[in-house]
């Protein structure tokens, strides 16, 4: 209590503590915590309910009411919790009482309360509230003791349902589809949003049967029709046949955004990049954030070598799917290939801090920060690689390169000295280390490392010209033009071959 932002953060831990314990059942260690709570902290909405639903649960009516109106005079806008003190009350006997919450929240919502006369049609109206609200997990409970009275009422089955399908339940969703349907199987309502189910949850197969038993009642549903154009792709049919259907559909819906980027989706498929591009196109002049059209876009684009518009379409795919990792990973392949340093570098620095063990985005961010001459940074980042991977002699190029650039001249010359001697007078050191001795005018030193080159390869051709280009500063133009002769034959010789 004596630092304020700790214990904030602390009793914010115990209230989603709580609320776990809350829904493993664990109701007796929840209530003691949410208790702690508002003893410290008596404002808290969150708790208040809570508790309010654990004293329900336990019979508790009284403390129930209290937290409840405790709830209502800190969300006095809100006519669930008078709807929910009303079916306590109600439940109880205490019809004045009860009667009195109900006329405050219909008053709210705008309808009768004189219609309202039992538990049961109070219990109904709970849960459409509820669901009307958002509320989905507490339209479930309320739902829930309306088909406790009558499991036949097929209208609370599908609100249950949907509730489940908002709350990332499609299984119970399902379930109680299911139960609807074989309570009233002509109502075409309920197989249309048990078909939204399913093609959320990509289950074709089973979309596939829904529809059957939909043409059974109605052979022209035109809803049916709708979701077979969208699902008989996902059914191995034929592209003739789904590209068709799509082409009529689209005739019939107009320009809707599922149906022509599933149109698009069969040209890709058929390997009709150019044709594909156009429905994806039209698609998002509909919706400019579809998601699937968007990546759709992006492949037609690399496969038709487009890299410029495949670039705009990545930009704007992230633009409104910041948190892709796998798209921005993608983005960042195609900007590195394409050596567009400076966008690549903006779009690592994105990436890296949620993938901070990354070598290959290091590794590109530092090449990135090199080529746009950014080389302080550069040299920071081949130093954090080169920790990791000492005998890397490419990194040690590199990051001697990036030193020099750098203007850290005396750090690269001693750097570079100590690699040499590390990795056993390899060519690949020794060739910069002469340029660095030759750029400092130690013309001995740089003269040495070229010979030490030539004896270790004699056909590396660098070794000759740098040699000569020593022999000429010195004056000694006969040795000068004898080295890069043999220079020249040697690299003729390599192009040659």
Not at 111 to 138: V, Y
Request: with cysteine; hydrophobic share 40%.
């Amino acid at each position: 209590p004596e630092q304020p932002h700790i214990f904030t953060g602390y009793l914010n831990s115990l209230l989603t503590h709580a609320i776990n314990l809350f829904y493993h059942e664990r109701i007796e260690e929840a209530e003691e915590i949410f208790q702690f709570i508002i003893e410290k902290r008596p404002g808290s909405l969150t708790a208040h309910l809570y508790l309010a639903s654990i004293y329900r649960e336990l019979d508790k009516t009284d403390l129930s009411l209290l937290h409840y109106q405790h709830a209502s005079n800190l969300s006095p806008g809100d006519p669930t919790l008078f709807l929910q003190r009303a079916f306590l009350l109600l439940k109880a006997g205490k019809n004045e009482q009860a009667f009195a919450e109900l006329k405050e929240a219909t008053s709210l919502l705008g309808t009768d309360s004189s219609k309202i006369t039992d538990p049961e049609q109070l219990l109904r109206i709970i849960t459409l509230t509820l669901f009307r609200n958002g509320k989905f997990r507490k339209a479930v409970y309320y739902g829930s003791k309306v088909l406790k009275n009558n499991y036949q009422d097929a209208d609370m089955h599908v609100m249950i349902a949907e509730s489940f399908r908002n709350i990332g339940q499609p299984v119970k969703a399902r379930n109680h589809y299911e139960r609807a349907l074989a309570t009233k199987s002509g109502q075409l309502d309920y197989y249309y949003g048990f078909a939204a189910l399913l093609w959320e949850e990509n289950d074709f197969q089973e979309m596939a049967k829904l529809l059957k038993r939909i043409f059974r009642l109605n052979k022209n549903d035109r809803v049916a029709r709708y979701y077979l154009a969208l699902t008989l792709p996902h059914l191995g049919e034929s592209k003739k046949r789904t590209i068709t259907l799509l082409q009529e559909s689209i005739k019939n819906f107009g320009p809707d955004p599922l149906l022509m980027n599933a149109l698009g989706q069969e040209y890709l498929q058929a390997e009709l990049p150019d044709l594909a591009e156009n429905w994806f196109t039209r698609t998002l002049k509909v919706v400019e954030d579809h998601g699937q059209a968007l990546k759709n876009l992006i492949t037609v684009y690399t496969l038709l070598n487009k890299k410029e518009e495949a670039k705009k379409t990545f930009s704007r795919y992230l633009k409104h799917y910041f948190a892709d990792q796998d798209v921005r990973s993608q983005f960042i392949q195609l900007l590195y290939h394409d050596q567009d340093y400076k966008a690549l570098a903006e779009e690592i620095l994105i990436l890296l801090p949620l993938k901070p063990r990354d070598r290959n985005l290091k590794r590109m961010l530092a090449i990135s920060y090199s080529k746009t001459a950014r080389y302080s940074e550069a040299v920071i980042l081949y130093r954090s690689l080169l920790a990791d991977e000492p005998a890397s002699l490419h990194l040690t190029r590199a990051l001697v390169y990036c030193m020099q650039h750098a203007g850290q001249q005396e750090t690269a010359l001693v750097f570079l000295e100590e690699a040499v001697k590390e990795h056993a007078n390899h060519v690949s050191l020794l060739l910069p280390l002469g340029v660095m001795y030759f750029k400092q005018n130690k013309l001995e030193k740089a003269a040495e490392i070229f010979r030490r080159v030539i004896a270790l390869s004699p056909q590396e051709w660098k070794g000759y010209r740098n040699l000569a280009v020593v022999f000429k500063k010195r004056g000694e133009n006969d040795f000068s033009e004898k080295y890069l002769k043999k220079s020249e034959e040697l690299r003729t010789a390599q192009l040659k071959a």
